[in-house]
């Protein structure tokens, strides 16, 4: 039986429309299980079994439960990408709309705590082999945030508040699972952090 904490890694080629099929089965299979019971529900074999692939497999795709859960929480950040971009944030500045950007996603984990309690346990888990995953979501959290701010190309200055801003964003997540921070704390903290956002844009020309 494969060990969890294999560090080896599929070759990093597009996937078949078989493949991907297949990789969406499994990241599906680890989100239900993960809604139902948490970081200990979700359980390779069972996540084999629910999504119907051989374990062998499953390992081949994600070789530990944390690269899959972190990959799981890369995969909801796109879904609530997709959801902001059909409904985008009404702020009139770039700091109100990322604060009600992170806001609405802050309330999607909060309809699933169990869910979004193994996804934040996974990223702080997470060991060097899990880069390419955790990467992947810090740049989908970073695309969610740019395109609040309504920008294409930010400046390092922006893109140094955005970081501050993901890692405030992170860092009241883990404090409202937590059971230390209400919902009410963490807006204040997030639209806070945001107006860093007012500091960082480019002077006007004279």
Same mark, same amino acid.
């Given at each position: 039986?494969? +060990?969890?904490?294999?560090?080896? *890694?599929?070759?990093?080629?597009?996937?078949?429309?078989?493949? $991907?099929?297949?990789? %969406?089965?499994?990241?599906?299979?680890?989100?239900? @299980?993960?809604?139902? /019971?948490?970081?200990?529900?979700?359980?390779? *074999?069972? #996540?084999?079994?629910?999504?119907?692939? +051989? @374990? /062998?497999?499953?390992? %081949?795709?994600?070789?530990?439960?944390?690269?899959? @859960?972190? !990959?799981?929480?890369?995969?909801?950040?796109?879904?609530?990408? /997709? =959801?902001?971009?059909?409904?985008?944030?009404?702020?009139? =500045?770039?700091? $109100?709309?990322? !604060? $009600?950007?992170?806001?609405?996603?802050?309330?999607?984990?909060?309809?699933?705590?169990?869910?979004?309690?193994?996804? #934040?346990?996974?990223?702080?888990?997470?060991?060097?082999?899990?880069?390419?995953?955790? &990467?992947?979501?810090? %740049?989908?959290?970073?695309?969610?945030?740019?395109?609040?701010?309504?920008?294409? &190309?930010?400046?390092?200055?922006?893109?140094?508040?955005? *970081?501050?801003? $993901?890692?405030?964003?992170?860092?009241?997540?883990? =404090?409202?699972?937590?059971? *230390?921070?209400?919902?009410?704390?963490?807006?204040?903290?997030?639209? =806070?952090?945001? %107006?860093?956002? &007012?500091?960082?844009?480019?002077?006007?020309?004279?």
């Amino acid at each position: 039986m494969p +060990a969890e904490a294999s560090t080896s *890694r599929p070759a990093s080629s597009p996937l078949t429309e078989r493949q $991907e099929a297949r990789r %969406r089965r499994i990241l599906h299979a680890s989100a239900q @299980l993960a809604s139902r /019971g948490g970081f200990d529900a979700v359980q390779m *074999r069972e #996540v084999a079994e629910s999504s119907q692939v +051989a @374990l /062998g497999t499953l390992y %081949r795709y994600f070789p530990s439960k944390v690269h899959l @859960l972190v !990959a799981t929480m890369q995969d909801q950040l796109e879904h609530m990408h /997709g =959801t902001l971009r059909k409904k985008p944030p009404a702020g009139d =500045t770039a700091a $109100e709309r990322v !604060a $009600e950007t992170l806001m609405r996603a802050f309330r999607a984990l909060q309809r699933e705590p169990h869910l979004a309690d193994a996804m #934040v346990r996974a990223l702080t888990f997470a060991d060097r082999s899990v880069s390419p995953e955790v &990467d992947q979501v810090s %740049r989908q959290t970073t695309a969610i945030i740019l395109d609040a701010m309504g920008l294409a &190309d930010p400046t390092p200055e922006q893109l140094s508040a955005v *970081r501050v801003i $993901e890692h405030t964003w992170h860092s009241a997540l883990i =404090t409202w699972l937590s059971g *230390r921070a209400s919902i009410a704390q963490v807006k204040i903290d997030i639209e =806070t952090v945001c %107006r860093l956002i &007012d500091l960082t844009e480019p002077a006007p020309r004279t």
